[in-house]
């Protein structure tokens, strides 16, 4: 409290979520209206007055400003919570939806607001088949007294009973208390009771007697989650409180408070939650590390876009304190930092693929080799040669190939050799670093150090892993020393769009047994994925995965509109029914941002830009960060890695477009190659189709390609 030491006026955590979809004006006037408060709640401008309508003379509101209203409860003379915000003539009806008090097992206050069951009505408006409500309610098998016992305040429960799938209580949950939600939507996804008694209950409950009447002795109990002094409110306010961060799954929950006695995964669909648990799990193991010691996490992925977005959501998670134990960090720009470290060389350039293959092909064409694809030579340098430490021709020609699918006999290998050092010399001579090198050279470095007894982090967690070559794990797996809870690992192989299929454990890293699969979209509708899956229909399992996992039971519990696919004559109708389709949801009061026009090729993400403002349509090309701003947003599906949009239009997926050419190049020269290459333009598709959370739109011109299948 900043102002008057004796008042307080208490922001419960709940609220915030229901502040974030308020005008930033309306969080800005809740944030100064605090500090007013906290000053004087007696000066006349705050106009403390009871509400009319109801009986309880402890609901109170107050002005915010002329239109808008604070709701306020009074729990004692001097204290005071916040429970909403409204325009003014609804302060009334809101309270209506409010379900607050102290709860009797728990002994702290909670906040409810049971209007968070929109989802299932607009589930229904949208179309969703009306077979798909059960008459049961999800909560039939238990009595009243049973869900009391759990700590569900009796005022719950006619909220509860209704409720008729998992659908609709997740929904609700959204409302609830952290913990309230906790234990709602563990019973809803089939936890036993004892279960949840045993690790929610029992736990939290409080030996105290407990006087249900006594808010402000609730309110100072820790688990009411309410904060009072101006600068945590007003970090609160500005940072919001958005679902994942509340309250996760049973499945994600056990995923991110277990300890692994080694490297460990966590798989699964698109929008499973593999992130959100990954992030959880960085901000539990950053709570526990020691106070004052030296140990540190890395947070790491593989791109530079979901980099920014883990930064941004980790600080959600963790106070300064704990935040500062994390280096959330893309994981070549880390070994990058290294080897700068290592070497002193701080402006030596590092190349792209591109500028690699390009480089391989002048080996090839100095050499009049015609044997090779320079893409193969690459793949056998990066992940045959560097990954396995490689350093000469007799160490090659003796050496074990995991994953590679091309068979190359002593006079082969001898040919490669030879090749890789010419490649050498001219990275040499260009005075430039190949991204391998780098890593190889970081993870050099840090196994040197590793005989120091010091290692960098003390724990590792990767995001989008499947990205990852075998390079980066030598280097992530020297980074931090083998024992408990070392590495954990988020991915889903089916969204693998970089790399071929890696087996781990001869890189250091083995999970078998330590493996588990998320299957509950929380991000896309039943209709999207549906068409996701049939995209994928013909996708083989991982050849080479330690502990397979498949898309079997990957499901969703949101609902929306039949995904649209509208073929075109030529490229001109196909830009034009891409910008009547963002003018068509831009009319229908789309906010422009939440719409992301993509497509495979980078070349064509400027001629949209172009195309849609000449529209009217303000459009922004979108790289590593994420701009700010009302533009529909425009990029290549891989800058979509890890992210979502409401809107997705794809586009530029015609058979003479896709699978792009350097995908079917290889067709002769190696079989295995061009089906690995094939596979992975296949899970692009993937990753457009999932990243939509409400609509997706697929446009072509001329004929569709062989990998789209509209069912
Ligand atoms: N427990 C949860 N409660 C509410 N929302 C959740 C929960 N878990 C995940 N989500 C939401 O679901 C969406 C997808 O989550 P996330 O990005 O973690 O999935 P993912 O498995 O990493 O997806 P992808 O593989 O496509 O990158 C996000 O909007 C996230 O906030």
């Not at 893409?375 to 160490?395: C, D, H, N, Q, Y």
């Amino acid at each position: 409290m900043s102002g008057n030491a004796d008042v307080a006026l208490y922001l419960p955590k709940q609220l915030n979520r229901r502040l974030r979809k308020l005008p930033p004006e309306v969080r800005e006037l809740t944030t100064s209206f605090f500090a007013k408060f906290n000053e004087d709640f007696r000066r006349n401008a705050i106009h403390l007055e009871p509400i009319r309508q109801v009986k309880d003379r402890r609901l109170r509101t107050a002005r915010l400003n002329q239109a808008w209203r604070a709701i306020l409860l009074q729990a004692d003379d001097q204290e005071f919570v916040l429970l909403d915000v409204a325009p003014h003539d609804e302060a009334y009806r809101r309270i209506k939806v409010i379900s607050w008090g102290v709860n009797p097992t728990f002994a702290n206050f909670e906040v409810s607001y049971l209007d968070e069951l929109q989802l299932p009505v607009q589930a229904q408006a949208l179309g969703s088949p009306a077979a798909e409500r059960h008459s049961a309610g999800v909560f039939d098998p238990y009595t009243d007294a049973q869900l009391s016992e759990l700590g569900i305040r009796p005022e719950l429960l006619p909220a509860l009973r209704p409720l008729a799938t998992e659908e609709e209580v997740l929904a609700l949950a959204e409302g609830l208390d952290d913990r309230i939600a906790q234990i709602v939507v563990d019973l809803a996804s089939g936890v036993a009771y004892e279960t949840v008694m045993d690790q929610i209950t029992r736990p939290g409950a409080s030996s105290d007697e407990i006087d249900v009447s006594d808010i402000a002795a609730a309110l100072r109990n820790p688990a009411s989650q309410v904060t009072s002094t101006d600068a945590a409110v007003a970090k609160m306010i500005d940072a919001g409180f958005e679902a994942w961060q509340l309250f996760l799954h049973p499945d994600q929950r056990k995923l991110v408070d277990r300890s692994y006695n080694g490297p460990a995964r966590v798989a699964g669909g698109p929008g499973t939650g593999k992130t959100v648990v990954a992030l959880h799990r960085t901000a539990r193991l950053a709570r526990a590390l020691e106070v004052g010691g030296n140990d540190r996490i890395l947070l790491t992925t593989y791109n530079k876009r979901l980099k920014s977005d883990l930064e941004r959501r980790l600080g959600k998670l963790l106070d300064d304190a704990a935040r500062a134990r994390v280096d959330v960090v893309n994981i070549d720009r880390l070994a990058l930092d290294i080897a700068r470290e290592l070497t002193g060389e701080r402006r030596r350039p590092v190349w792209n693929d591109d500028e690699l293959r390009d480089l391989w092909q002048q080996v090839l064409d100095a050499a009049d080799e015609t044997g090779f694809e320079a893409a193969f030579l690459l793949e056998e340098w990066r992940e045959v040669i560097l990954a396995g430490f490689i350093t000469s021709k007799s160490a090659y020609l003796a050496a074990e190939r995991p994953g590679r699918g091309t068979r190359l006999g002593k006079a082969q290998r001898a040919r490669v050799w030879d090749l890789v050092e010419r490649y050498l010399a001219l990275l040499t001579a260009e005075q430039v670093w190949s991204g391998e090198q780098i890593c190889m050279a970081a993870a050099l470095a840090e196994n040197a150090r590793a005989w120091t007894g010091k290692r960098r982090y003390r724990h590792i967690v990767v995001d989008e892993a499947q990205d990852l070559s075998a390079v980066h794990w030598r280097l992530l797996r020297m980074l931090c020393p083998e024992t408990t809870d070392d590495l954990f690992i988020a991915g889903d192989n089916f969204q693998r769009i970089y790399r071929q299929p890696l087996r781990m454990a001869p890189l250091g890293i083995d999970i078998q047994g330590r493996s588990r699969n998320l299957t509950l979209s929380y991000r896309t509708t039943r209709q999207i994925l549906d068409k996701a899956m049939l995209v994928m229909s013909d996708a083989e399992a991982d050849p080479v995965d330690e502990d397979a996992t498949d898309l079997s039971g990957y499901r969703s519990v949101l609902s929306g509109a039949e995904p649209r696919f509208l073929p075109q004559r030529d490229e001109r109708s196909e830009m034009r029914a891409v910008i009547d389709q963002v003018l068509s949801w831009a009319d229908r009061g789309a906010e422009r941002n939440s719409i992301v026009v993509c497509m495979p090729n980078a070349k064509s993400v400027p001629r949209y830009v172009d195309a849609l403002q000449a529209a009217g349509v303000p459009a922004v090309a979108v790289r590593d960060d994420i701009p700010e701003g009302d533009s529909v947003h425009v990029t290549t599906i891989n800058g979509l890695k890890g992210t979502e949009y409401h809107r997705v239009v794809l586009t530029e997926v015609g058979a003479d477009r896709y699978p792009r050419r350097f995908a079917t190049s290889l067709a002769d020269a190696d079989p295995v190659a061009h089906a690995q290459a094939l596979e992975r333009e296949r899970n692009l598709l993937f990753v457009a189709f999932t990243r939509a959370c409400r609509d997706l739109t697929v446009v072509w011109s001329g004929e569709p390609s062989p990998l789209l299948r509209q069912g």
